[in-house]
T-cell receptor, first 116, second 112 residues
């Protein structure tokens, strides 16, 4: 089975440009998470969805960040406008419905974003 | 230049020895504690978890210990192998939802 798929794997853009990161979760998983990882702040949860509905977006840094999940197999994280401090590795993770294994999250390979 | 970043604690062990990685957590309302392993250039990978009402759980070559009195979690790796070299994160899942908070991580070096 394919794991969590993220695209692009690398993105270099200039300050002020819009950036869209994409994620395809593992089929059948009901939860989807977006994380950001930096050397300064470690791994931070930005937002998570349950059955395509945003549940907790308290980690979204500011209004420049938005996330959507139009269907069970696709999610986007958008930054508009991007700033150099947004440079980080962004991970998407998915998890099956709550249960004995429900808290295990399966991470994608990440998107390394560089904003010049 | 870049600011000083997160300086990860580092544990260096000899191949074949046992490793113990420690973690302090902060939230008494967490219902699960989880260990993840992250290899260079990859996303974190689940290793083992423990429910908050347990003290110990064993997996294959790994054991997690939970001390709720002092809010301490540890991961023990038996017979450490070069493939165990990675950054290890403890994480706590807050009760009532799926919000998961990750610790800063510990880098494990295994010397052959």
């Amino acid at each position: 089975d394919a794991g969590v798929i993220q695209s692009p794997r690398h993105e270099v853009t200039e300050m002020g440009q819009e950036v869209t990161l994409r994620c395809k979760p593992i089929s059948g998983h009901d939860y989807l998470f977006w994380y950001r990882q930096t050397m300064m702040r470690g791994l931070e949860l930005l937002i998570y969805f349950n059955n395509n509905v945003p549940i907790d977006d308290s980690g979204m840094p500011e209004d420049r960040f938005s996330a959507k999940m139009p269907n069970a197999s696709f999610s986007t994280l958008k930054i508009q406008p991007s700033e150099p401090r947004d440079s980080a590795v962004y991970f998407c993770a998915s998890s099956p419905i709550a249960g004995p294994a429900g808290h295990e999250q399966f991470f994608g390979p990440g998107t390394r974003l560089t904003v010049l | 230049g870049e600011s000083v970043g997160l300086h990860l604690p580092t544990l260096s062990v000899q191949e074949g020895d046992n490793s113990i990685i420690n973690c302090a957590y902060s939230n008494s309302a967490s219902d699960y504690f989880i260990w993840y392993k992250q290899e260079s250039g990859k996303g974190p990978q689940f290793i083992i978890d423990i429910r908050s009402n347990m003290d110990k759980r064993q997996g294959q070559r790994v054991t997690v210990l939970l001390n709720k009195t002092v809010k301490h979690l540890s991961l023990q790796i038996a017979a450490t192998q070069p493939g165990d070299s990675a950054v290890y994160f403890c994480a706590e899942k807050l009760g009532g939802g799926f919000k998961t908070i990750f610790g800063a991580g510990t880098r494990l070096f295994v010397k052959a």
